[in-house]
């Protein structure tokens, strides 16, 4: 059983930026992939990034040269950090581990961006 806890949205203004951070309970070492996820109004969720246990990364073209994905495996906890936000970046923010045939979620954070 993994449990995975959000935190760090809000509200801010477009060209601001926030940190989001994903802690998980038990080693994160043996979580191979960590991901971020969003899903805006109307909208199915999709994957903003990921990282791998040896660091490589992957990000949607949508974020791309703005957000940063990176974990910490000794504080357990996965990071998302969002530089010049956008409205369009409006959405609730999942973060997502496969572990063992499983699939586990957090319950999201809210990260509105104003205009």
């Known amino acids: 059983q993994v449990k995975l806890v959000e935190s760090g949205g809000g509200l801010v203004q477009a060209g601001g930026s926030l940190r989001l951070s994903c802690a998980a309970s038990?080693?994160?070492?043996?979580?191979?992939?960590m991901a971020w996820h969003r899903q805006a109004p109307g909208k199915q969720r999709e994957l903003v990034a990921s990282i791998a246990t040896g660091g490589s990364t992957h990000y949607a073209d949508s974020v791309k040269g703005r957000f940063t994905i990176s974990r910490d495996n000794g504080k357990n906890t996965l990071y998302l950090q969002m530089n010049s936000l956008k409205p369009e970046d409006t959405a609730v923010y999942y973060c997502y581990v496969p572990l063992s045939g499983y699939t586990y979620w957090g319950q999201g954070t809210q990260v509105t961006v104003s205009s």
């Open positions: 038990g080693t994160i070492l043996s979580m191979n992939v």
